[in-house]
């Protein structure tokens, strides 16, 4: 089955068939080629031929076809590979954007017993797949790096039985981690996440803190936490309210001047925060996608002047398009991440499916809630949230999505869908789901339509995460 999009401001159709491939066209060769018309002598004839975009006479596409499909969907075999722990909801912060997700210092009741941190653990042994990331995650998790400690201890001990490959990693705002803690981060290989909003004036009225100081402390701390487990050991994102819309290289510029390899742009989150603050710092998903589309500019001019930037989540989009694998990143997948990719063990000892149906729940909205950790894997994967999500699950079975060209490199965010829309396969009408991955692979394809060299060496080195400089020819990086 072929689908087709006309691709904006160009005179071009993009057309994608079930196996992720892609072509870029004319709209007279599209409609052509739709219609059976395209003939040998044509000049694309072999090449779409090649691509399966034209049957080949007495058929033998299919098993291709599954092949591809096996290829970019192995990640189903794998079931829940990241599970998160929210070790506390306390938080010394207070960001708009976050006034669901967190509790006062001093609250008492907001922290993981090691009753249901001890019970969470079997959960992930449960898990089928042989590589689990284990992320700890608050309010700020470091105000419990006593239970972090524990948690890492008694998960390596009982992987000596297991012999399963695991990656730790703390989202933690750095403050309150001193020379013990991240020698420990550093011993135990657990990668740290921090965020850094864009320049001290913003990033400091955005995640206020006690002393006033946000951005100086993260610095300072990032600094600090660099000297310990090493410049990469340390990776950093922005929450991208509506007074960072206006600036897109004061974002990436302070970025840039932290010494970061990469950043990942992402639309603020539309959960976590009262209506009231949404007015004040959300925003419409087209204004993300103008910013996107400025932003990107600029990245691809910094790489193309030879400085090798990455933008993360282009990265993962350009793996969906340009290779034949999928990214494994569980926020942009068919079947969709929640539950299936994704276990959150909450401090209060609930089960999600997703950090977003987490904080759906912290809203009031109990829908998604799996079951608790004391409960088996098959019981939790088997709940009640588990089938209701699953109808929301497949995009290529979606409503819109099943006839959209952008379904190879897409997905289906079923949690977004039903805290938005009521139910979990939602409307792509109204979808800002839709609307960004819309906006953003029209952007992309309108890059690859015009086939400047030094955007596609970059999008190849970025899709392959390799150096820019490894790429010999766009589209070919040695083995
Ligand atoms: S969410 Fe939108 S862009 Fe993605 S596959 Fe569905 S219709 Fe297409």
Known sequence: MLRSIDLMARSQSLVTNARGEYAILSRADREALQAGRLTSEHARFHDLLALGMIERPGGGGVGLEAAAERTRKAFLLDGPALHIFVVTLRCDHACGYCQVSRAATGAEGFDMSWDDARAAIDR?????????????????????????????????????????????????????????????????????????????????????????????????????????????GVAAMPTLTRAAMADPKAVIDVYRELGFASIFLRPISPYGFARKTRRAIGYDMGAFVAFYNQALQYLLELNRRGEPMVETYASILLRHIMTPFGSGYVDLRSPAGAGLGVLVYNYDGQVYPADEARMAAESGDRRFTLGTVHQSFETLMSS????????????????????????????????YHAAAHGDPIGDRATSD????????????FGHLAEGDPETLRTFTAWAFNRARDEVIDAGYVPQ
Request: charged letters at 20%; glycine letters at 6%; hydrophobic letters at 40%.
């Open 124 to 232: 992930v042994f449960e898990a089928p797949a042989q590589a689990l990331t284990v992320e700890f995650q608050g309010g700020e998790p470091a105000l419990r790096f006593d239970l972090i400690e524990r948690i890492v201890l008694e998960i390596e001990q009982l992987n000596e039985i297991h012999r399963r490959n695991i990656r730790f990693s703390l989202v933690s705002t750095l403050h309150h981690l001193g020379h013990d803690e991240l020698a420990f981060c550093r011993d135990h290989q657990i990668h740290i996440s921090t965020s850094i909003d864009g320049p001290a004036p913003l990033h400091d009225r955005q995640r206020p803190n006690p002393t006033h100081d946000s951005f100086a402390r993260t610095v300072e701390s990032l600094a600090r936490a660099r000297a310990v487990v090493g410049h990469e």
């Open 384 to 415: 009640p949230a588990m089938r209701w999500l699953a109808t929301g699950a497949v995009a290529e079975q979606l409503p819109g999505c099943r006839d959209c060209a952008f379904v190879p490199f897409c997905g289906a965010d079923p949690v």
């Open 433 to 444: 789901f839709c609307t960004k991955h819309m906006g953003l692979f029209q952007i992309l």
